[in-house]
């Protein structure tokens, strides 16, 4: 029969394989941190506003985010008090409540309120309306060409709708 340590020496990392993969994420870790640094999403400042019980936090870039503490795992039963103790914690990147030991993620309780599937299609919608003379050129350009040009093959017999009316190809 084996030791624990003679079996589990088989399945640890060693200290090699552990700083082969330190070294390997590293670099990708610090260049998303460097880019959120620079746009930003990091918390600058967060305050409790009891009277309308929403976690006011100032972000970096200025922009200021008011979430509601029910839509907070964790602090949806938390007396005022304890919700007030909130700390910014890790350069920025969290928030924590002592009294709960709970830490929330900042950029992800931000992407919970903001980064729906829903939202950032609207927001891509509003960014396809923009018009600039670039665009413009690209449009005249097509439709030179012929317009937009086909996903895929028509099928015989299909018809296209072209302002609202159905014609055939």
């Known amino acids: 029969m084996q030791s624990a340590a003679t079996s589990g020496a088989k399945f640890m990392a060693t200290k090699v394989q552990i700083q082969k993969a330190v070294d ?11 880019q959120r640094i620079k746009r930003g999403d990091l918390a600058a400042s967060v305050s409790y506003e009891p009277r309308l019980r929403r976690l ?10 008011s979430v509601p503490v029910q839509k907070i795992q964790g602090l949806e039963d938390a007396p005022a008090a304890v919700i007030k103790s909130v700390k910014v914690t890790a350069k920025g990147y969290g928030l924590y ?7 929330v993620s900042v950029s992800g ?6 980064g729906s599937r829903a939202w950032m299609s609207a927001l891509a919608r509003q960014g ?4 600039s003379s670039a665009k ?5 350009n097509n439709g030179k060409k012929g317009g ?15 302002q609202g009316r159905s014609t055939p190809i």
């Open 24 to 34: 390997t994420h590293f670099a990708a870790a610090s260049a998303v941190a460097k």
């Open 109 to 114: 309780l931000v992407a919970s309120c903001f």
């Open 128 to 131: 396809g309306r923009a018009t």
């Open 97 to 103: 409540w002592p009294d709960l030991d709970l830490d």
């Open 148 to 162: 937009r040009p086909r996903k895929g093959p028509v099928p015989p017999g299909a018809s296209a709708s072209i």
């Open 56 to 65: 006011r936090i100032e972000l970096a870039s200025g922009v200021g985010v």
């Open 136 to 140: 413009a050129a690209a449009a005249r």
